[in-house]
C-alpha cells in the first residue's frame, strides 16, 4: 500500500505542475494513471481503479487534443488525481466518486475516442508542412520515435517466441503510445492514426481479448515498419524543410490494422484463457519496467569527443609535473602524496571518460534478431535466434562500423548455412536450425561469434571453385585454415543458386575488408554438416592501438604492435646487399628486405651502420620486411588522432598521437611503408 | 605547453565600422588577418616534423589534445628562414578548407603586434607586380597612419597550391 500511495502523491505533485502544452508531463501521467488502472481487482481498490481508468481516458484525451478546453480538462485532472489520493490517505474505500471524475468522459476502451478510431481515411493521405516553431520538437520526436520503434520491433520478437509475455506486449502499446501522443501534438496525422489503431490492437491484446500471433503479429509488424518509414519521411521533411511527404499506402495499413482488431483475421481467444491471461497480466503491470527506470540524458558526440580529448590533454599535463617535479620532491613527501593521488583522479576520470563512448551490443543484436526472422520467413526455414552477451560494451564508432558485416555474416548463416526443415529432418537435425550471435571480452578485445547448426563449408567444393576461378593453383597443398579464407575471396560463392539474399560472391570480401578495417581479424571453424563459425576479434575502441615507440635521430614514430613480428640487432654476416643498394637481413633463414626508414623520411640517424642500429622485422598480411630504426623506446597505448585536413594523408603514415611529454608522434602504416620503399603505386 | 605568450597584450582600437584584423610581423613587413579567422595565439613549441609534406608544411603540433598542422609563412612566401625567438608565435586560424570544411591550422610569425580596425576607405587593392609576386592571396593594403599593413586572405594563403599539392600526395583523410 506504501507503493501506492507514493505513487499517487508523485502524481498529485505531476499534475500540479503540468500546463496542457507540457507533454511529456502529461504522458507521465497519463503513463502512471494507467498502471493504477491495471492494479489486481480487489474489492477495496476497485473504486480506485475505476477512477484512474476514467482519468487515463481524460489524460490521454488532453495529450491528443480532443477536449475542447484543454485548460479546464487538466483542471478536472488535478482535482480527479487529488481526490484519488483522498481514496487511499483516508483508507476509505467507498467514498463516493466526486463529481469531476464523473464528468470525464466514460468511454469503453475498445472504442476509445470515436472520431479518431474511423478516421476517413483519405482525408489525411495528404502532405503536411511542419511548422518552423515545431522543427526542434520534431527532431527530437524523430530520434526518439525510432528509439520506441526499435524498442517495440525487439518486443515484438519476444512475443513472437511467448505469445504470452505481457510485459513485451505492454511494451510495444507504451511504444506506439507514447509515438501516438508526440504525433498527434505535433499534428503528424498519418503517424497518429497508424499509431492509434495499432494501439488499439495491442489494447486488445494485452487486455487477452486476441493473441498476437501469426498474421497479427505481422501485422503489428508491418505497422511498426510503416511507422518507421514514416518518422523517416517526417526527418526527411524536417531536414531539407519541405512539406511531409504522405505515404498513401498507410491507409490500407491502417484497414488492415482495423480489420484485424474488429477480429476479422485474428484467433479468438476462449473466456477462460482470456481470465486466466488477466490474472497473469495484473502484477506484471505495477512492476516498474526496465525502460522507466533508467535515467538518462542526451549529449552531442563532438561534446563527447571534447571531454575525452580534453581529459587526455589532463593525463599528460598531469604526467608531465609528476615528472618534472620528481627531483624537487624527495624531500616532500605530502606533495608528493598528494600529486600521486591527483594522478589517481586523473587516470579514474579518464577511464571514465573513455567508458562514455561504451554502448552495449544489444541494439546491434536485435537488428539482427528481426532481420533473421524475415529471412526464415522467406525461406520458409526454421531458425531459433540465440542472442548471447548483449550487453558487452564496446566503442559506438566500432558498433556503427561492426552492423553491415554482421548482417552480411548472419545473412550468410541464416540462407546458406541453416538448411530447410525436411533436409534437416533427414539429417538427424532438429526441424529448426540454431543461429547463435555471441559477444564477450577476450584478452583486451571484444570477440562476437556468429554460429549456425547449418551444413558448414564443404572443403573440397571450396577448393574446386578456387581452382575454376584460378585463385589457387591446381594441385597446391593448402591447410584448412587456408581453405576456409577463400571464402573470403571477392567473387567466389559456393551457393549453388543466387538468390535475392545472398550468394552472389560479394559480401565476404567486404566483411573481411571492414574488419580489417577497424583493425580486426577474422577466423572460420567449420565441420562440414555439423555448422560453421566465424569468429571476429576487434579492438576495444577504434581510438586506441598498441604501438611500439621507436626513435630514429630525434624523431620518434609508432608501430603498430599488430604488425611487428620481432625485433633485432643484425650480425654482419646476416646483412646481403645487390648492386650495394638493394639491402637484405636473413632472419631465420628467410631473407627479407632492408628499408631504411630515414632515408624514406628524411631524417638523420645516429648511425648508418646497421650493426650499430636495431632492425624491427614487420608484416603486412603476406609481405614481410625490416625496418632499420636507431633504437626501440617502448610499448605503449595510444590514442590514434587524425593529422588533420592541414596535412591530409601521407603515405606511410596512418594518424599520429600525442605522446606523454605532450608532442605529437606519427603512427606508421607499414603496409604504406613497403608500398613506399618497394616503389609500387600508392596513390 | 604554453598559452597565449603575447609580448605584450593585444590592443584593440574599437571604432563603429571597419573590420577588426591581427597584424604580425614578418621580418620588416605588417601583415593583417581577418580577427574572426583566429582561433588563438600559443608560442613556438616543438614541431612534429611529417615527412612528404611541402616544405612550407613544418609539421603537426598538439593543441590540446587535438593534432593541428603548422604552416611557416616566411617558407610559404619564400621568405629567407630566420632563427625562432621568444617572440615566434604560432597563430591558430580556421580556415574552411576543401569542400567547405572546417579546419584549424597554425601558422608561425615572427611576432604579433595589434589588433587594428581598418575603415574600408583606408584599404587599397594590392599593386600588380607582374609574375613576381604572386597577389592574389591579398585582401588588400592596409594603411594605418603612414604605416602599410598587408591583409591576407588566409583561407586562400592556406589552400591553394597547398591544396592542389596536397590533392597530390592526399588520397581520403584519415578517421579517428
Not at chain 2, 4 to 26: H, N, Q, V
Not at chain 2, 67 to 94: G, H
Not at chain 2, 115 to 133: H, M, R, S, T
Request: hydrophobic share 40%.
Amino acid at each position: 500500500m506504501n507503493v501506492l500511495s507514493e505513487k499517487i502523491n508523485d502524481l498529485v505533485t505531476q499534475a500540479a505542475g503540468s500546463r496542457p502544452d507540457d507533454l511529456q508531463t502529461l504522458a507521465n501521467i497519463h503513463t502512471q494513471l494507467q498502471s493504477l488502472s491495471a492494479l489486481p481487482a480487489t474489492e477495496s481498490l476497485t473504486e480506485l481503479r475505476s477512477s484512474s481508468n476514467r482519468l487515463e481516458k481524460l489524460a490521454e484525451q488532453i495529450v491528443l487534443r480532443e477536449v475542447e478546453d484543454a485548460e479546464a480538462s487538466l483542471w478536472q485532472l488535478t482535482r480527479g488525481i487529488a481526490e484519488l489520493q483522498l481514496l487511499l490517505t483516508n483508507d476509505h474505500p467507498s467514498l463516493p466518486i466526486t463529481p469531476s471524475i464523473a464528468a470525464a468522459p466514460a468511454t469503453d476502451p475498445v472504442s476509445v475516442s470515436p472520431p479518431v478510431a474511423q478516421p476517413p481515411t483519405h482525408t489525411f493521405c495528404e502532405d503536411q508542412i511542419l511548422s518552423p516553431d515545431d522543427l526542434p520538437l520534431v527532431q527530437d520526436f524523430v530520434s526518439e520515435s525510432y528509439t520506441h520503434i526499435s524498442t517495440a520491433e525487439a518486443s515484438i520478437l519476444r512475443v513472437e517466441d511467448n505469445p504470452a509475455d505481457i510485459e513485451a506486449i505492454n511494451c510495444i502499446f507504451r511504444a506506439f503510445h507514447t509515438v501516438k501522443g508526440v504525433a498527434g501534438f505535433l499534428n503528424l496525422k498519418q503517424i497518429g492514426f497508424l499509431a492509434h489503431s495499432s494501439e488499439n490492437l495491442l489494447d486488445l491484446a494485452r487486455k487477452g481479448k486476441i493473441q498476437l500471433q501469426g498474421s497479427t503479429l505481422d501485422i503489428v509488424l508491418a505497422a511498426t515498419d510503416a511507422m518507421k518509414e514514416l518518422v523517416a519521411r517526417v526527418a526527411h521533411a524536417a531536414q531539407n524543410q519541405s512539406p511531409v511527404v504522405a505515404d498513401p499506402s498507410v491507409a490500407a495499413l491502417i484497414d488492415r490494422v482495423e480489420a484485424c482488431a474488429r477480429g476479422e483475421n485474428s484467433n479468438a481467444v476462449n473466456p477462460l484463457t482470456q481470465r486466466v491471461k488477466e490474472n497473469t497480466s495484473a502484477p506484471a503491470a505495477i512492476t516498474p519496467t526496465a525502460h522507466t527506470a533508467e535515467s538518462t540524458i542526451k549529449v552531442a558526440t563532438d561534446r563527447l569527443d571534447n571531454l575525452i580529448n580534453t581529459v587526455g590533454e589532463l593525463v599528460i599535463a598531469q604526467a608531465m609535473v609528476a615528472q618534472d617535479s620528481s627531483a624537487i620532491l624527495t624531500g616532500e613527501p605530502r606533495i608528493a602524496r598528494n600529486l600521486s593521488h591527483m594522478g589517481k583522479i586523473t587516470r579514474e576520470l579518464q577511464e571514465l571518460s573513455m567508458s562514455m563512448r561504451m554502448v552495449p551490443i544489444q541494439g546491434t543484436f536485435q537488428k539482427m534478431a528481426r532481420l533473421v526472422r524475415d529471412l526464415a520467413k522467406k525461406s520458409g526455414k526454421e531458425i531459433d535466434l540465440a542472442l548471447v552477451g548483449g550487453d558487452t560494451e564496446l566503442d559506438r564508432n566500432l558498433v556503427e562500423a561492426i552492423t553491415d558485416p554482421l548482417v552480411h555474416m548472419v545473412r550468410n548463416s541464416a540462407d546458406h548455412g541453416v538448411e530447410m526443415p525436411d533436409q534437416r529432418e533427414k539429417n538427424g537435425k532438429p526441424r529448426a536450425g540454431r543461429v547463435q550471435l555471441k559477444a564477450y571480452h577476450h584478452s583486451g578485445s571484444i570477440v562476437i561469434e556468429i554460429s549456425d547448426d547449418g551444413r558448414g563449408l564443404n572443403k573440397e567444393k571450396l577448393l574446386k571453385k578456387a581452382i575454376a576461378a584460378g585463385i589457387v593453383a591446381e594441385g597446391a597443398a593448402l591447410s584448412e585454415a587456408d581453405i576456409f579464407k577463400l571464402v573470403f575471396h571477392a567473387g567466389l560463392s559456393t551457393a549453388e543458386k543466387v538468390t535475392d539474399v545472398s550468394g552472389r560472391g560479394v559480401g565476404m570480401d567486404v566483411v573481411k575488408k571492414n574488419v580489417e578495417s577497424l583493425r580486426g581479424k577474422i577466423d572460420i571453424a567449420s565441420v562440414e554438416g555439423q555448422g560453421a563459425t566465424f569468429t571476429i576479434r576487434l579492438p576495444l575502441t577504434l581510438a586506441v592501438i598498441d604501438g611500439l615507440v621507436v626513435k630514429i635521430g630525434t624523431a620518434r614514430y609508432i608501430l603498430p604492435i599488430l604488425s611487428v613480428e620481432q625485433s633485432l640487432r643484425p650480425q654482419a654476416d646476416q646483412l646481403s646487399s645487390i648492386q650495394d643498394r638493394g639491402e637484405m637481413v636473413m632472419v631465420r633463414d628467410t631473407l627479407l628486405p632492408l628499408y631504411r626508414l630515414h632515408r624514406l623520411f628524411n631524417v638523420t640517424p645516429t648511425t648508418e651502420d646497421p650493426t650499430a642500429a636495431l632492425v624491427v622485422v614487420v608484416q603486412d598480411d603476406t609481405r614481410r620486411c625490416c625496418l632499420l630504426v636507431d633504437e626501440l623506446i617502448g610499448q605503449q597505448q595510444v590514442v590514434i588522432k587524425s593529422l588533420g585536413d592541414g596535412v591530409g594523408k601521407i603515405a606511410g603514415v596512418s594518424g599520429g598521437a600525442i605522446l606523454g611529454d605532450g608532442n605529437v608522434s606519427l603512427i606508421l602504416d607499414v603496409a604504406g611503408i613497403i608500398d613506399l620503399a618497394s616503389g609500387s603505386p600508392i596513390c | 605547453m604554453s598559452t597565449a605568450t603575447l609580448s605584450k597584450p593585444i590592443k584593440s582600437s574599437a571604432t563603429t565600422s571597419g573590420e577588426k584584423y591581427l597584424t604580425f610581423a614578418l621580418g620588416n613587413e605588417e601583415y593583417g588577418l581577418e580577427i574572426l579567422k583566429v582561433r588563438e595565439i600559443i608560442g613556438y613549441m616543438e614541431i612534429t616534423a611529417v615527412p612528404r609534406t611541402p616544405s612550407h608544411v613544418k609539421g603537426v603540433i598538439n593543441l590540446r589534445g587535438q593534432v593541428i598542422s603548422v604552416v611557416d609563412l616566411r617558407t610559404k612566401f619564400q621568405m629567407k628562414e630566420v632563427e625562432k625567438t621568444e617572440a615566434t608565435c604560432i597563430i591558430v586560424v580556421e580556415i574552411t578548407g576543401i569542400a567547405g570544411r572546417k579546419l584549424s591550422t597554425g601558422i608561425i610569425v615572427d611576432r604579433v603586434s595589434e589588433v587594428l580596425n581598418i575603415l574600408p576607405d583606408n584599404i587599397e587593392p594590392a599593386p600588380e607586380f607582374g609574375g613576381a609576386v604572386n597577389t592574389d592571396f591579398i585582401l588588400g593594403m592596409g594603411k594605418i597612419g603612414k604605416s602599410v599593413k598587408i591583409l591576407l586572405d588566409i583561407d586562400k594563403v592556406l589552400t591553394r597550391e597547398e591544396q592542389t599539392h596536397l590533392a597530390e600526395i592526399t588520397g581520403e583523410t584519415q578517421p579517428v
